[in-house]
């Protein structure tokens, strides 16, 4: 669990708690699934998947910069923020050089992006443009999304649906429905990631109007939809074998008693201790993923 600091951190230390590495599964592993199920699909292209994990993270990184200009300047993240620090609220990192690191970050996660554009044509474009609009608008510009509540649907459409859809078609040039399907776990999980997060925030939110989904609904039904969407996730491997796919996939029911864990401290943490909800999220997510993946990948292996 990231924790606050009480001294001025390193330059190292200050970048890395923008970043925000224990959210970065989040980007990591739909592009994972994908290129296994491309894989198993017999269409893999290893510098396009390892293209389209460079540009996911990018883009994700490149978000959470873009929130803390916006949030400092929105007045969301206080001295009362229950979460970890945020370096440009907190004066580590100024706003200027944020600024500055966050345009160069999306110009070089653009032109990287040209190749897969090289491939997929359009399609993948305008995914690309759509992923760098929404890293600014998610809370920047005069509506963002962060404040309305929708926050949530494009995490799912964008850390689901785009980011596994996407990364299968610029390998594979086809997007079968079993793959849309597949993207619906890593969608759901990284949704509960930031319910967690805005449970834990909701009072300090509501001060300033950020309305996220949890601030609007309350944290009872803000916990429900996170058990629903676990649900969701672990009933997307039993559609795969269903559709063709080998049992296998079913390798990634192995990580349910960590998710039940999670559920179970989801509801007994408040506050604060909410944090190590979050990590675990992001590790349920990443443990589904892999095992989800590796049994796509076992018929390579063992027919």
């Not at 460079?54 to 206080?78: P, S």
């Not at 920047?140 to 929708?150: D, V």
């Amino acid at each position: 669990m990231d924790s606050t600091i009480s001294t001025k951190p390193s330059a190292l230390q200050a970048w890395l708690l923008a970043i925000r590495p224990k959210t970065l599964p989040a980007g990591a592993v739909p592009i994972i699934l994908a290129s296994a199920m491309a894989a198993a699909d017999g269409g893999f292209r290893l510098f396009p998947a390892l293209v389209a994990l460079v540009c996911a993270l990018g883009i994700q990184i490149a978000t959470n910069f873009i929130n803390e200009i916006y949030d400092f300047r929105k007045g969301a993240d206080t001295s009362e923020r229950l979460g970890p620090t945020r370096t440009v609220a907190a004066g580590i990192i100024t706003e200027k050089t944020m600024i500055r690191v966050s345009a160069a970050l999306g110009i070089s996660v653009f032109l990287l992006g040209l190749y897969l554009v090289a491939i997929g044509g359009w399609p993948i474009l305008l995914i690309g443009l759509l992923s760098l609009l929404f890293a600014w608008a998610y809370t920047g510009g005069p509506w963002p999304i962060a404040y309305s509540g929708l926050g949530d649907l494009f995490v799912f459409i964008f850390f689901g649906l785009v980011a596994v859809g996407g990364t299968y078609y610029v390998q594979s040039l086809s997007l079968p429905a079993p793959v849309l399907v597949a993207a619906a776990a890593p969608g759901a999980f990284s949704v509960n990631i930031l319910l967690v997060n805005n449970i834990r925030d909701i009072d300090t939110d509501r001060k300033v109007g950020k309305m996220t989904l949890p601030a609007r609904i309350g944290a009872s039904r803000a916990r429900m939809l996170y058990v629903l969407l676990t649900v969701l996730a672990y009933a997307v491997p039993l559609f795969m074998v269903r559709s063709g796919y080998s049992a296998w996939c079913l390798l990634s029911l192995l990580s349910l008693p960590l998710a039940i864990g999670m559920v179970r401290k989801l509801y007994g943490s408040e506050g604060r201790a909410l944090n190590q909800v979050l990590a675990g999220t992001g590790k349920v997510l990443t443990v589904h993923g892999l095992l989800f993946s590796a049994g796509l990948l076992v018929k390579l292996f063992i027919p």
